[in-house]
Structure formats: structure tokens, C-alpha cells
């Protein structure tokens, strides 16, 4: 989660920046021998491997700080997110796939860096590498569950993570439906939001929104690290020397990073990826074969979805894109993210104008975009409806919003008693059925979405 923050150095260097400057940055990274005396790794893809780890470090954080965003009482030095991003050859594509903290792990046989005790195999979740291991445990550990070969090696702690927003002027993410999470302290209204570094962090580290924890967790990270690209290419950072090397600093000043990630692939990196934008990303989390599968002094893990994760990561190794729409090079998806399934929300549709066969076309468009339409368009008894009007009852008020989405400009009319049948009288203000997308935050086997999928629209 607050790896995050790490891949915007990568997007940042983009800007073009002298070899003074990032040499002077570089020199300010802490640096870990992650790959020492490692064998038998995985044969090279193509592109570039990074994982990024997220610790709980939080050594400079105030108190006051620790007390308002619930960061409870010593770090435990552990991590709570892993992820891959893979940079295609060509700089043109990030990859990010998300890899579970409860994911079942088998670690392979290591000493322990303290004690000098040698371990022979054994499972565990895949957040214990890092407890047992340190990195160089924790990439043995992912290399061996993803045959993918890892190119570098980045860390990142709370402390830059809340630097980082802070320094960007917050960065703007949005949601349908209200969250709240009485460990972390998030309260969010549905609407769009711009977070600062604290309300960030609890946005990013929140697991009890709902009853799905760690995947939506990992879902509202994946989607503030495409607002965070967003707002790195779209701010002026890039273009303006002080404020990238301002930025890279609050970044920098909490990393740990392997020992070959220096100067000279930050310039590289920075100058193939000038162009980069949240639609040169893409997301997603590895497939899930078993929720809660039970392993003997351990607990629940999750269980991998060994032939769908092993095509998935094959993928990355030969620097493919994961998405439909990269590989068939299509137009970016318009779809509005809804929180309630549109096959769940009956609708019946009444023409408030004189357009003769509108309530027809707009039935028909609705049930195209999913929703449980009464294929039974009626005529309203007033035809001089301005706007178009969604009368619902207020305990189906989710679906409302959902319904809502899918016909920009609309009104929503509560009518107590009304039951789960939405009502839709279309003015003369309609213009379009707009498409919707449903994700089941509890659905094992994620989709992947590109980053100006996810970010907030302009009209949001």
C-alpha cells in the first residue's frame, strides 16, 4: 500500500532531469544488498521486473500523527503489501499485479540473517517472508512462486508515503458508496475527494470496509496509484525541476532499494517513460483459486489459481500486456463503476416527453447496459419533464446511485414505500445511456483495468 508511492520516482524521472539532480538523489537512498549469493533464479523476461514491498515503518511520524490516522504503537517491520510491476521493453506499459499478503507460500530453505539458523522449507503466508528473511528472502519467495525473474527491489514506509501526497497537494480519488473503517479512522462519503497524506494512508490501509479485507483493500490501492500517476503527469511535476526534486526527496528519504537501482536507470527509465499516463497502466491482482484455504499452524491463507496465476505471469516474462484492450489496441473503456450489480436493479422507464418511441430506445439501452429492465416503457403523464428523474425507495438507495451512473445529468427522487422497482421518467434534458462496470470486491479472480479506467472522470 505504500509501495504506491515508489513507482511515482520511476513516473517522476520522466521529467528530464539533469544527472546532477538525480545523482543527488540517488545518494540519498538507503540502500540493501537484496540480491547477494542468490542461484538457480529464473531465466530473464523481457522488460523489467520491480517488486515493490510496503513496511509499517513509522519511526518519524509525531505522535499527534500516530493518534489522528490510528497507526497504533511500535512498527512491527513487517510488510503489508507486495507488488509486481512489470515496465514493458519497449517503456511504453506498467504492469502492476497485486499479490496478497495471506497468500499461501512455501519459503524456501535459508538461514536466518540473526541467528544464523538454517530453515529447510516450509509454508507460511507470504507476508512472513520478510519477518523470517528480510528482502532477499522475500524475493527468493516470490521468484519461486512466480518464475519470474525480479530486476530490482524497492521498500517503502509510511512515512514516505504521507510525505509524498502531502508534497503533490493530495491526490483526488473517488467512490460510489460510503467508506468507513473504525481501525484506520476512514470516513468517506461517496463523492470525489482529494486525500492528503494521513486521510491517504488510512484510504490505502483500510481492511474492514466490508467483509472482502485484503481484495478490496488491494483494489483501492491499485486505484490510488493510478490517481497518483494522475496527478504526478497531469500537475506540472514532471516539467518543473524544484518540485520533482522536492517530491523525490519525500519519496527517497524513507526507500530502501536494491543496490544496482541508481542513477543511471532513473535517467533511463525517466527518459523512455516521458509520455507515461494512467492509461499506460494496468491492474490487477493475482487469481485466486480457495478463499480461506485452512493450513495447519498457520490459519486461512489464500490459495493461487495455479493455471490462470502461471498464464498470468507468463505473460509478464514475455512482455505482454495484460488487458483486452491493450492487446487489441481498442479505445479506453467509458464505463462508470457502480457498487451494485445491474442485473439486481429492476427498472421501468416513462417518457416525460414528446419524442415519440424515446422511453422504448432508452428501455432497450438500459437492458444492453445490464439492468433488469421491464422491457414495458410507458408514457408519463406530464410531456414537458425537463429532467430526467429516478424515483426509488430510500432502502435500495445503493441501487439508485448505481442507476444513476448509468444516465449523466439525472435526479434522484426518493418515494418511501416504492419497493426495489426503479422508476425512470425521461426529460427532454437525456442524452445517452452511459456503460456501467460491476466488480464483486469478494470475486476471487479480479479483471485487470487500466489506470484512466479507474481515476476520477472530469465530470465526476
Same mark, same amino acid.
Given at each position: 500500500?505504500?509501495?504506491?508511492?515508489?513507482?511515482?520516482?520511476?513516473?517522476?524521472?520522466?521529467?528530464?532531469?539533469? +544527472?546532477?539532480?538525480?545523482?543527488?538523489?540517488?545518494? =540519498?537512498?538507503? &540502500?540493501?544488498?537484496?540480491?547477494? !549469493?542468490?542461484?538457480?533464479?529464473? $531465466?530473464?523476461?523481457?522488460?523489467?521486473?520491480?517488486?515493490?514491498? *510496503?513496511?509499517?515503518? %513509522?519511526?518519524?511520524?509525531?505522535?499527534?500523527?500516530?493518534?489522528?490516522? #490510528?497507526?497504533?504503537?511500535?512498527?512491527?517491520?513487517?510488510?503489508?503489501?507486495?507488488?509486481?510491476? +512489470?515496465?514493458?521493453?519497449? &517503456?511504453?506499459? @506498467?504492469?502492476?499485479?497485486?499479490?496478497? #499478503?495471506?497468500?499461501?507460500?512455501?519459503?524456501?530453505?535459508?538461514?536466518?540473517?540473526?541467528?544464523?539458523?538454517?530453515?529447510?522449507?516450509?509454508?507460511?503466508?507470504?507476508?512472513?517472508?520478510?519477518?523470517?528473511?528480510?528482502?532477499?528472502?522475500?524475493? $527468493?519467495?516470490?521468484?519461486?512462486?512466480? +518464475?519470474?525473474?525480479?530486476?530490482?527491489?524497492?521498500?517503502?514506509?509510511?512515512?514516505?508515503?504521507?510525505?509524498?501526497?502531502?508534497?503533490?497537494?493530495?491526490?483526488?480519488?473517488?467512490?460510489?458508496?460510503?467508506?468507513?473503517?473504525?481501525?484506520?479512522?476512514?470516513?468517506?462519503?461517496? =463523492?470525489?475527494?482529494?486525500?492528503?497524506? *494521513?486521510?491517504?494512508?488510512?484510504?490505502? $490501509?483500510?481492511?474492514?470496509?466490508?467483509?472482502?479485507?485484503?481484495?478490496?483493500?488491494?483494489? #483501492?490501492?491499485?486505484?490510488?496509484?493510478?490517481?497518483?500517476?494522475?496527478? @504526478?503527469?497531469?500537475?506540472?511535476?514532471?516539467?518543473?525541476?524544484? $518540485?520533482?526534486?522536492?517530491?523525490?526527496?519525500?519519496?527517497?528519504?524513507?526507500?530502501?532499494?536494491?543496490?544496482?537501482?541508481?542513477? !543511471?536507470?532513473?535517467? !533511463?527509465?525517466?527518459?523512455?517513460? %516521458?509520455?507515461?499516463?494512467?492509461?499506460?497502466?494496468?491492474?490487477?491482482?493475482?487469481?485466486?483459486?480457495?478463499?480461506?484455504?485452512?493450513?495447519?499452524?498457520?490459519?486461512?491463507?489464500?490459495? /493461487?489459481?495455479?493455471?490462470?496465476?502461471?498464464?498470468?505471469?507468463?505473460?509478464?516474462?514475455?512482455?505482454?500486456?495484460?488487458?483486452?484492450?491493450?492487446?487489441?489496441? =481498442?479505445?479506453?473503456?467509458?464505463?462508470?463503476?457502480?457498487?451494485?450489480?445491474?442485473?439486481?436493479?429492476?427498472?421501468?422507464?416513462?417518457?416525460?416527453?414528446?419524442?415519440?418511441?424515446?422511453?422504448?430506445?432508452?428501455?432497450?439501452?438500459?437492458?444492453?447496459?445490464?439492468?433488469?429492465?421491464?422491457?414495458?416503457?410507458?408514457?408519463?403523464?406530464?410531456? !414537458?419533464?425537463?429532467?430526467?428523474?429516478?424515483?426509488?425507495?430510500?432502502? /435500495?438507495? &445503493?441501487?439508485? %446511485?448505481s442507476l444513476a451512473a448509468a444516465l449523466p445529468g439525472s435526479e434522484l427522487h426518493p418515494v418511501p414505500g416504492r419497493g426495489p422497482l426503479m422508476k425512470v421518467t425521461v426529460g427532454v434534458d437525456f442524452t445517452k445511456v452511459r456503460k456501467v462496470r460491476f466488480e464483486d470486491p469478494a470475486q476471487p479472480e479480479p479483471s485487470v483495468v487500466r489506470g484512466n479506467e479507474v481515476v476520477c472522470s472530469g465530470s465526476t
Open positions: 500500500m505504500r509501495a504506491v508511492t515508489t513507482l511515482s520516482v520511476v513516473v517522476l524521472a520522466s521529467a528530464g532531469i539533469g +544527472h546532477a539532480v538525480v545523482t543527488s538523489l540517488d545518494a =540519498g537512498i538507503a &540502500r540493501v544488498d537484496a540480491f547477494k !549469493d542468490m542461484k538457480n533464479r529464473p $531465466r530473464a523476461g523481457h522488460g523489467m521486473n520491480v517488486l515493490l514491498v *510496503g513496511t509499517d515503518g %513509522r519511526d518519524k511520524i509525531s505522535e499527534q500523527e500516530r493518534r489522528a490516522y #490510528r497507526l497504533g504503537g511500535a512498527p512491527c517491520h513487517c510488510t503489508d503489501t507486495m507488488m509486481i510491476v +512489470h515496465i514493458s521493453e519497449n &517503456r511504453e506499459r @506498467a504492469s502492476v499485479v497485486s499479490l496478497p #499478503r495471506d497468500s499461501y507460500a512455501q519459503l524456501p530453505a535459508h538461514v536466518d540473517p540473526k541467528s544464523g539458523q538454517r530453515h529447510g522449507p516450509h509454508p507460511v503466508k507470504l507476508n512472513a517472508a520478510y519477518a523470517e528473511g528480510g528482502p532477499q528472502l522475500t524475493i $527468493r519467495t516470490v521468484e519461486s512462486m512466480t +518464475h519470474l525473474k525480479i530486476d530490482h527491489y524497492l521498500e517503502v514506509d509510511f512515512t514516505s508515503f504521507m510525505k509524498t501526497v502531502d508534497v503533490l497537494g493530495g491526490v483526488r480519488i473517488c467512490t460510489t458508496k460510503p467508506l468507513k473503517d473504525s481501525y484506520t479512522g476512514l470516513d468517506l462519503a461517496p =463523492g470525489t475527494h482529494t486525500l492528503m497524506g *494521513g486521510q491517504a494512508l488510512q484510504y490505502v $490501509r483500510a481492511r474492514h470496509t466490508d467483509g472482502t479485507s485484503d481484495l478490496s483493500r488491494m483494489k #483501492r490501492q491499485q486505484r490510488f496509484l493510478a490517481a497518483l500517476i494522475e496527478k @504526478a503527469t497531469s500537475s506540472g511535476v514532471l516539467l518543473n525541476p524544484i $518540485r520533482f526534486r522536492d517530491v523525490a526527496r519525500a519519496v527517497l528519504g524513507s526507500v530502501r532499494a536494491d543496490e544496482g537501482f541508481g542513477t !543511471d536507470e532513473l535517467l !533511463d527509465l525517466g527518459r523512455a517513460m %516521458r509520455n507515461f499516463s494512467p492509461s499506460s497502466s494496468e491492474f490487477t491482482t493475482v487469481p485466486i483459486g480457495q478463499m480461506n484455504y485452512p493450513v495447519k499452524g498457520i490459519g486461512s491463507t489464500l490459495k /493461487w489459481d495455479q493455471p490462470k496465476a502461471e498464464r498470468l505471469f507468463r505473460a509478464l516474462r514475455d512482455d505482454k500486456p495484460l488487458s483486452v484492450e491493450h492487446r487489441r489496441r =481498442g479505445p479506453a473503456s467509458t464505463a462508470a463503476e457502480v457498487e451494485v450489480d445491474p442485473r439486481q436493479i429492476r427498472v421501468q422507464v416513462e417518457n416525460g416527453t414528446g419524442t415519440a418511441g424515446l422511453a422504448r430506445q432508452i428501455d432497450t439501452a438500459l437492458g444492453a447496459a445490464g439492468f433488469a429492465v421491464t422491457h414495458q416503457p410507458m408514457t408519463a403523464a406530464a410531456h !414537458d419533464v425537463k429532467r430526467t428523474v429516478i424515483s426509488y425507495d430510500p432502502r /435500495w438507495d &445503493r441501487s439508485a %446511485r
